[in-house]
Protein backbone atom coordinates (compact mmCIF):
# COMPACT_ATOMS: atom_id res chain seq x y z
CA UNK A 1 0.00 0.00 0.00
CA UNK A 2 1.21 3.26 -0.65
CA UNK A 3 0.64 5.92 1.57
CA UNK A 4 0.59 10.07 1.09
CA UNK A 5 0.17 12.08 4.46
CA UNK A 6 -1.03 15.76 4.34
CA UNK A 7 -2.29 18.63 6.83
CA UNK A 8 0.43 19.98 8.34
CA UNK A 9 1.49 22.84 9.04
CA UNK A 10 2.43 26.09 11.33
CA UNK A 11 0.48 26.58 14.29
CA UNK A 12 -0.20 28.45 17.25
CA UNK A 13 0.30 26.78 21.40
CA UNK A 14 -3.55 25.65 21.42
CA UNK A 15 -4.39 25.21 18.01
CA UNK A 16 -5.52 22.23 16.35
CA UNK A 17 -4.97 20.52 13.36
CA UNK A 18 -6.08 17.62 11.00
CA UNK A 19 -3.67 14.90 9.30
CA UNK A 20 -5.39 13.15 6.94
CA UNK A 21 -3.08 10.10 4.91
CA UNK A 22 -4.65 8.28 1.73
CA UNK A 23 -3.54 5.04 1.02
CA UNK A 24 -4.02 3.35 -2.77
CA UNK A 25 -5.00 0.26 -2.97
CA UNK A 26 -7.82 -2.39 -2.65
CA UNK A 27 -6.25 -3.84 0.84
CA UNK A 28 -6.29 -0.78 3.17
CA UNK A 29 -9.59 -2.05 5.85
CA UNK A 30 -7.19 -4.86 6.42
CA UNK A 31 -4.03 -2.92 7.56
CA UNK A 32 -3.49 -1.92 11.18
CA UNK A 33 -2.30 2.36 10.61
CA UNK A 34 -0.42 4.46 12.58
CA UNK A 35 0.86 8.17 12.86
CA UNK A 36 4.54 8.33 13.78
CA UNK A 37 6.25 11.26 14.68
CA UNK A 38 10.14 11.80 14.79
CA UNK A 39 11.86 15.64 16.17
CA UNK A 40 14.98 16.64 15.61
CA UNK A 41 17.84 14.70 17.20
CA UNK A 42 14.93 12.55 18.77
CA UNK A 43 13.86 8.69 17.75
CA UNK A 44 10.70 8.07 15.51
CA UNK A 45 7.76 7.52 17.94
CA UNK A 46 4.02 5.92 17.37
CA UNK A 47 1.53 9.03 18.92
CA UNK A 48 -1.90 6.78 17.25
CA UNK A 49 -2.44 3.50 16.40
CA UNK A 50 -6.03 2.30 14.95
CA UNK A 51 -6.66 -1.38 13.89
CA UNK A 52 -8.31 -2.39 11.12
CA UNK A 53 -11.70 -2.16 12.41
CA UNK A 54 -11.65 1.29 13.79
CA UNK A 55 -12.59 -0.18 17.18
CA UNK A 56 -9.28 -0.65 18.84
CA UNK A 57 -6.62 2.38 19.42
CA UNK A 58 -3.35 3.18 21.42
CA UNK A 59 -2.17 6.64 22.19
CA UNK A 60 1.30 8.02 23.64
CA UNK A 61 0.62 8.94 26.74
CA UNK A 62 1.72 12.81 25.99
CA UNK A 63 -1.02 13.13 23.38
CA UNK A 64 -3.97 11.22 25.22
CA UNK A 65 -6.82 13.20 25.34
CA UNK A 66 -5.84 15.71 23.11
CA UNK A 67 -5.13 13.62 19.69
CA UNK A 68 -7.55 11.08 18.25
CA UNK A 69 -7.13 8.72 15.38
CA UNK A 70 -9.50 7.51 13.05
CA UNK A 71 -10.35 5.62 10.07
CA UNK A 72 -12.52 5.58 7.16
CA UNK A 73 -11.91 2.20 4.85
CA UNK A 74 -14.65 3.44 2.59
CA UNK A 75 -12.45 6.52 1.76
CA UNK A 76 -8.81 4.68 1.95
CA UNK A 77 -8.13 7.16 4.54
CA UNK A 78 -6.60 7.72 8.56
CA UNK A 79 -6.97 10.76 10.34
CA UNK A 80 -5.49 12.32 13.15
CA UNK A 81 -6.93 15.29 14.82
CA UNK A 82 -4.79 17.12 17.21
CA UNK A 83 -6.04 19.91 19.83
CA UNK A 84 -4.65 22.12 22.28
CA UNK A 85 -1.47 21.54 20.52
CA UNK A 86 1.79 22.53 22.63
CA UNK A 87 5.28 23.35 20.96
CA UNK A 88 6.15 19.79 22.12
CA UNK A 89 4.30 18.62 19.18
CA UNK A 90 6.24 19.62 16.88
CA UNK A 91 7.92 17.24 14.55
CA UNK A 92 7.50 15.72 11.20
CA UNK A 93 4.21 13.22 11.28
CA UNK A 94 4.59 9.56 8.92
CA UNK A 95 1.80 7.41 8.22
CA UNK A 96 2.39 4.34 8.63
CA UNK A 97 0.83 0.61 7.67
CA UNK A 98 1.48 -3.02 8.99
CA UNK A 99 0.15 -6.16 10.06
CA UNK A 100 0.31 -6.39 13.59
CA UNK A 101 -2.56 -4.48 15.47
CA UNK A 102 -0.82 -4.47 19.23
CA UNK A 103 2.86 -3.43 18.34
CA UNK A 104 4.33 0.36 18.74
CA UNK A 105 7.60 -0.75 16.90
CA UNK A 106 7.72 1.12 13.41
CA UNK A 107 9.79 -2.05 12.17
CA UNK A 108 6.80 -3.93 12.79
CA UNK A 109 4.97 -1.49 10.08
CA UNK A 110 5.85 -2.05 6.62
CA UNK A 111 4.82 1.01 4.47
CA UNK A 112 5.35 4.68 5.18
CA UNK A 113 4.18 8.06 4.11
CA UNK A 114 6.08 10.83 3.20
CA UNK A 115 5.97 13.02 6.15
CA UNK A 116 4.29 16.25 7.53
CA UNK A 117 5.77 18.79 9.50
CA UNK A 118 4.00 19.88 11.95
CA UNK A 119 5.72 22.92 13.95
CA UNK A 120 3.98 24.66 17.49
CA UNK A 121 4.87 28.33 18.28
CA UNK A 122 4.80 29.10 21.62
Known amino acids: VQLQASGGGLVQAGGSLRLSCAASGRTFSIYTMGWFRQAPEKERELVAR????????SYLDSVKGRFTISRDNAKNTVYLQMNSLKPEDSAVYYC????????????????WGQGTQVTVSS
Open 96 to 111: AAGNQPYSDDPSSFDS
Open 50 to 57: INWSGWIT
